[in-house]
């Protein structure tokens, strides 16, 4: 496979990384959440990069074509990204409700909160 | 009837629970949701149970989804390795949601109770799904339902720091359930096919490649996170504390076991022995971070004070004891593990539900406002005192039997030392148990003691069913060896 062929993997790779920090080093929980849907985004492509044929088409019967993408990890992915929606929405929520009973939405301000009672 | 509905067990066993939850939704009066997920939760546990002994009368069950065929279709499978794990978590969740309804009276608030039930059977029909299914994606999807659901449960909890455990749980759980992901959409990638018996086929062909070597790793390490393996248990510690009672009772006695069990299914049915242990220091890993948590966590356990958060310490060394059975690698080993996780799941049930009640009546499980609990309630400390004994490992209780195949693994091996460290293991359970014991039954009640009464029936009921099947199975080990045995068998190259 030539350099280019590996693009997608690189560019997988990178964001995963940036998403995977932000997770780590930010304080704030909103940013955090960024970070964690970056990462999980990076699968996503991850997965939509592994279907894809070089010079096939969309998997749809058309007169005169031979060869087709594989179908199979859209479909996983399509799954997977529903699933990462949800996980996105529940952590929102919990930040929502993190922010109505300690009135922040920062790592360091919950925890002095929490060691003062 | 029954006979042709019994083909399609492996599958109602998931979609019982799984279509309850919205019929909960419809329903919603609490006490209607509670005694309909309760009937549901029966049905699920009396079809496990179904499972288990026709698995052990006529060997493994597949079953295809919508009648496709595997490797195309979904494949779920029932052998001699998951079948004990369905009936341990539908048995576990079934008799904790009998005490849930009395539990949560005083922990959440009353509109809520439904949407709890609903969260309670999503999570177990995750569970479930995730032991019967035989598709490595599958498992992904189970895996995300369960833990979503077990988020939810834990920020029901009524201090409010379990928000902030719960939160920190998804961030954990969603890294290691993605690194789950990658790793399945790698071996997808490197063997075409998704399912296992057919990825068991496939993967040796391709094992010298990188991308495998990097599958196994991103897998692993997903699956360590997911399991709480030391050092990566800092999420469970305050998931357990914070969440309400029963949701810890349950959680603790079932999610981390389910996980175990992942690892064990893609290390040696998926992955193989060979390409395992061969090719990779697993062994040394496991062996390494397992006695690391059993030691660490023991101590730390010591110095706590709030309860909950001493047992869910001691959880983390238990995990620490079923990865050490995994390290040994020997087939009396994954059966020290298998056995355990059958045990642990009792005990640790047993223990939190009687945890359940002293915060029912105390509102916090507070050890120094526990002087002299023991005269004021004694079922519960006595349920307490017999799942501490099973906890360190004492002879007619389960603790023991499964602690015993664990040191004759580790002598098998010629391992003396590990051996050694196991049982100074136990006796560090012995001084954190002993520590709540004497408080509750040597110290005279004091001041501090809030003048409390027994705990009600609802709790004490589901508490001493999984009491007495500590002392049966600790006393009667024939179904509980028997089958981890045929299991571990299985796991090492015996016919499935």
């Known amino acids: ?88 929405a529940l952590g929102l929520a919990l930040v929502v409700r993190i922010k109505e009973s300690y009135g922040t939405v920062e790592e360091d301000e919950i925890h002095a909160k929490d060691e003062s009672c | 009837m029954l006979a042709n509905l019994s083909i ?35 049905v699920a546990f009396a079809i496990s149970v179904a499972l288990l002994y026709q698995v052990i009368a006529g060997g493994a069950i597949s079953y295809a989804l919508g009648g496709w065929e595997a490797p195309w279709g979904i494949e779920y499978r029932v052998d001699l390795l998951n079948a004990p794990l369905l009936m341990l978590v539908s048995g576990i969740s079934a008799i904790a949601l009998l005490a ?37 994606f599958n498992v992904f999807v189970f895996l995300e339902i369960s833990s979503l659901s077990a988020y939810t449960l834990i920020a029901l909890g009524k201090d409010r720091r379990a928000l902030w455990a719960s939160y920190q749980y998804l961030i954990a759980g969603t890294i290691g359930a993605t690194f789950i992901l990658i790793g399945i959409g790698l071996m997808y990638v490197m063997t075409g096919t998704l399912n296992m018996a057919d990825l068991a086929q496939r993967l040796p062909e391709v094992s010298s490649s990188r991308t495998v070597f990097t599958a196994f790793a991103f897998f692993m390490v997903g699956v360590c996170l997911k399991l709480a393996l030391f050092p990566l248990h800092l999420w469970l510690p305050n998931a357990y504390a914070f969440a309400p009672s029963v949701v810890t009772a349950f959680l603790a006695a079932t999610a981390t076991k389910v996980a175990v069990y992942v690892l064990l299914r893609f290390v040696f049915s998926v992955f193989g022995y060979e390409f395992s242990f061969s090719h990779l220091p697993l062994q040394e890993i496991l062996l390494v971070l397992g006695l690391l948590g059993i030691f660490a966590a023991s101590i730390v356990a010591i110095y706590q004070t709030n309860l909950k958060r ?42 939190f539900l009687s945890l ?29 005192l017999i799942g501490g004994l099973s906890l360190i490992g004492v002879p007619l209780t389960v ?65 001493w069913m999984l009491v007495l099947a500590n002392l049966y199975f600790g006393i009667n080990t024939e179904l509980t060896v028997g089958v981890s045995q045929l299991a571990a068998a299985s796991l090492f190259g015996g016919a499935p």
Not at chain 1, 5 to 20: E, K, S, T
Not at chain 1, 54 to 68: F, N, Q, R, S
Not at chain 2, 357 to 384: E, K
Request: proline share 4%; glycine share 8%.
């Open chain 1, 1 to 88: 496979m030539s350099e280019f062929g590996l693009f997608n993997y690189w560019v997988v790779m990178l964001l995963m990384m940036i998403g995977f920090y932000i997770v780590i080093a930010q304080g704030n929980l909103v940013k955090k959440l960024i970070g964690l849907t970056l990462f999980q985004t990076s699968v996503f492509i991850m997965y939509i990069s592994l279907g894809k044929i070089e010079g096939a088409t969309a998997p749809i019967l058309i007169e005169g074509v031979t060869l087709y993408s594989n179908p199979l990890p859209h479909v996983l992915i399509l799954t997977a990204i529903v699933v990462g929606i949800a996980t996105t």
């Open chain 2, 8 to 42: 399609h067990f492996p599958v109602l066993q998931v979609v019982v629970p799984l279509m309850a939850a919205p019929a909960c939704l419809l329903l919603r009066q609490r006490g209607l949701a509670w005694g309909f997920a309760v009937l549901a939760m029966l």
């Open chain 2, 100 to 136: 849930a309804r009395t539990s949560i009276e005083n922990e959440i608030p009353a509109d809520r109770h439904t949407m709890f039930y609903i969260a309670w059977l999503l999570c177990t029909a995750g569970l479930l799904g995730i032991l019967s299914t035989g598709d490595a």
């Open chain 2, 310 to 351: 001493l047992l869910a310490y001691s959880s983390v060394a238990q995990i620490g004891y079923l990865i050490l059975g995994i390290s040994f690698a020997n087939e009396t080993g994954v059966m020290a593990t298998l056995l355990h996780m059958l045990n642990h799941g009792l005990m640790k049930g047993a223990l």
């Open chain 2, 356 to 384: 359940a009640a002293v915060v029912y009546r105390l509102g916090i499980a507070q050890l120094d406002q526990m002087h002299g609990l023991a005269s004021r309630m004694p079922w519960t400390m006595a349920a307490f």
């Open chain 2, 399 to 463: 603790g023991f039997v499964s602690k015993w195949y664990l040191v004759s693994a580790a002598l098998e091996n010629g391992w003396w030392p590990v051996a050694a460290l196991i049982l100074i293991g136990s006796l560090l359970s012995v001084i954190y148990i002993w520590k709540i014991i004497e408080v509750a039954y040597f110290k005279p009640v004091s001041a501090t003691t809030p003048d409390v009464q027994e705990a009600p029936l609802g709790l004490l009921l589901p508490m």
